[in-house]
Structure formats: C-alpha cells, structure tokens
C-alpha cells in the first residue's frame, strides 16, 4: 500500500507535527506499507520526499526544505530524504497515493482545511472530514455543539478581536462578573495548551488576552475548576470503541506546552483510578460528544471531575497527539491495541470511510 504521510504545516504546532511524523514512520510495517513523506514549511511550502526506506533519527530529517529559504535541505550533517519543492500542492497527491495520513496539529492541517482538499481531490486520508475537524478545532462552536447536546460543561465566554480593541475594560468586566477567578484564557483555534494563560487576577487576565490574540483573532475565557483531568480515547465510524480512561496529574499550575512536550513534570496515570459509575459516564458522554461533531477514525475526549464526582466535559480533540508517548495512544495500549497495530486500525478505517462515500450519488 502507497501510504503518503503529510506532516509539518504552518502551525504554531509545527515541531508536535514533526515528532508524530517520527514516531509514525519508525512504527510503520515497511513490508506492508511504501511510505511517502510530504512536508509542509511554516511559511507554506510543500516538499515531496523519496520513499523512506531506514529508520529517521532525527526530526530534522523529515525538514526537507530549509525553513530559512525556497532552496535548499537543512543542514543536519545527516543524510536527507531526497526531494522536489513546490509552491503549489505536488501532482502526485492527487493520484500518486492509496491513502493519506494527515499527521498535522493545529490549524491549516487540524481545522478541516487539509481535509477539505483531500474531499475535492477524492483521496482517501485517516481521520475526521471537514466538519468534525473544525468544529473540533473551534473550541467556541466546539462548546456551543456540547451546549446544544446537553453535556455539561464549565462557564465560558468568548471574544474575537475587533469588539475587545474596540472596550478592553468591558470584556474584562463581563468575564469577572460571570464567573471570575481562576480563569483559563485560550486562542480559539489552537492546540498543545499554545497561547494558553491561567489568571488569577485583572493584571493577569489582560495579558492572558494579549497572549492569546497572538495566536487567534477569537478566544475563550473559561472558568477555572478545581476538578482532576480525566481523558479516553475513541476509535472508529459509525460503530464506536472507547479506551479505558487515563488521568492527567501536573506538577505545575496546569497541563500546559511545556508540560506536555518538553519538561516531564506531568504524570499519565492509565487506567484512571475511577469507580465503574464514572467510567460509564465518561464513556457515554465522549460518545455523544463524538457523534455531536460527526467524528469519525479517531478522537481524544477530555473531562474534568470535580470534587463533588460531577463529570464535566472539556473539549473533543480531533487529531490528539500521536508519538507512543502521548495520552492517546498510551490509552489504546493499555486497552489491549499497541501502537503500530492502531496505526493500521486507523488507515483501515479511513479506507472503509472513503468506500462509504463513494456509494453517494453526485447526479440527480
């Protein structure tokens, strides 16, 4: 099978894209799978690679492009991938391929745009389509889908830029007045806790706004909870399996970037210690969220359980982080699926998916 592998992108989550992209391609069965890389710069730029026969050891590796300059690889002392650059989208996406992994996080790769492209050319890819991508990506119409569905969730209001330049001290008021401090402030459409400011006062909360505009010309503020974070991972199309539940413990103020990629401070503990009750809850309320956004292949549902045992749903993430050592597929390992067979699980499934919409009538 021609699997082509599409990674990098102009995302603030650009380097989370290139660990995944490693960590897939050394998991890969490279008897079943001819695994084509295609790379996109931060500036946009897409570069074609050679098919990748040895293991990659370094994420500088799959930089085809140096990042400085149309021209070019970067400059690893190593041995690139050999390659073609282009501005456009490269011909061999269209036709060149059996199926497309989209291993992007963040928006231009996370948010449906991606997805929308490979829906016009007609290329099977793994993961969500169109809507369930940006509406996932969205956290404001994210929470509005949950609010439509009945599940239960923390206060939030959100602003986009023009109306918070236009009255600072306005915004700031109605978000003290709703619910106050702590306060989580976030771009609307970013991933990997980027942006992310926890506040605990009006000084901080009009730098949490500053920092957060950065990143997005929408955000969120949502209300601070003292609750533990609780996350499952889903699986499948029509026909949906969750994982068992996994507990995120930080040692800092919050799961933040650092936390997640860089630091080791925070602790995974799968399976979450929780009563039978709760899991059944969890389960059936990722479910619902999962069905909400018409997700399909894959999905990461996180929670807050609150000290008083009320389960509060948090967000749906539509492309969680992917490296062996990321909540999602830790879930899924623990739930009985290694990482190299949940790969192909997720590739089958975007394949059974692509069949599904080819039974669709396109005249009338």
Known sequence: MKLCLLYGGKSAEHEVSLQTAKAVIGALDKNKFDIYPIYISKQGQWAEGSKI???????????????NSNEGLSSTGEDQLSHKSTDMIPSSLQSG???VFP??????GEDGTIQGLLEVLNIPYVGNGVLASSAGMDKVTMKNLFAQAGLRQVKYVSYIRSVWEADR????NEVEARFGYPCFVKPANLGSSVGISKCENREELVAAFEEAFRYDRKIIIEQGVTAREIEIGLLGNDEVS?????EIVPKKAFYDYEAKYQD???ELVIPADISEEQYAELREMAIA?????????????DFFITEDGQVLINEVNTMPGFTPFSMFPLLWKHTGLPYAELIERLIDLGIERFEEKQKITHTF
């Open 169 to 172: 001290d306005t915004a700031y």
């Open 289 to 301: 969220a999962y069905k909400e956004l018409d997700c399909s292949g894959l999905a990461r549902v």
């Open 103 to 108: 291993l992007l996080h963040g928006p231009n």
């Open 264 to 266: 080791g401070s925070t």
């Open 242 to 246: 969750c994982s068992v539940a996994g």
């Open 97 to 99: 391929y059996d199926v």
């Open 53 to 67: 026969t040895d293991t990659i050891t370094d994420v500088a590796q799959l930089q085809l492009l140096n990042n």
